[in-house]
Nanobody, 121 residues
Framework: QVQLVESGGGLVQAGGSLRLSCAASGSIFSINTMAWYRQAPGKQRELVAR???????NYADSVKGRFTISRDNAKNAVYLQMNSLKPEDTQVYYC???????????????WGQGTQVTVSS
């Protein structure tokens, strides 16, 4: 089985920073793209940032210049450094990864349970 566990969410004032972490564990053979999504109540989940196994990144326009995604392949981990936070960044943040399991023959998308980020004005 595979698990993705996020950490680092919390409450911060506008203009502040948070760093989210997500670690994948279990019977993992390989990890391809890793990403962070977020979702506000009553809205669709949206892509925040994505990073390939080679380190190529892309970001939602709303976070460009403020958020930075990175990964540590040795630790099967992905991070999201969030600076200059705004009240509209208040959402539940989810990490996801394309994983080939030790027993699998195809890539699968795995998701974490989500971590709440709240930015006060």
């Amino acid at each position: 089985q595979v698990q993705l566990v996020e950490s680092g969410g919390g409450l911060v004032q506008a203009g502040g920073s948070l760093r989210l972490s997500c670690a994948a564990s279990g019977s993992i053979f390989s990890i391809n793209t890793m990403a962070w999504y977020r979702q506000a109540p009553g809205k669709q989940r949206e892509l925040v940032a994505r990073i390939t196994s080679g380190g190529s990144t892309n970001y939602a326009d709303s976070v460009k210049g403020r958020f930075t995604i990175s990964r540590d392949n040795a630790k099967n981990a992905v991070y999201l450094q969030m600076n200059s936070l705004k009240p509209e960044d208040t959402q539940v943040y989810y990490c996801t990864a394309q994983i080939m399991t030790a027993w699998g023959t195809a890539w699968g998308d795995w998701w974490g349970q989500g971590t709440q980020v709240t930015v006060s004005s």
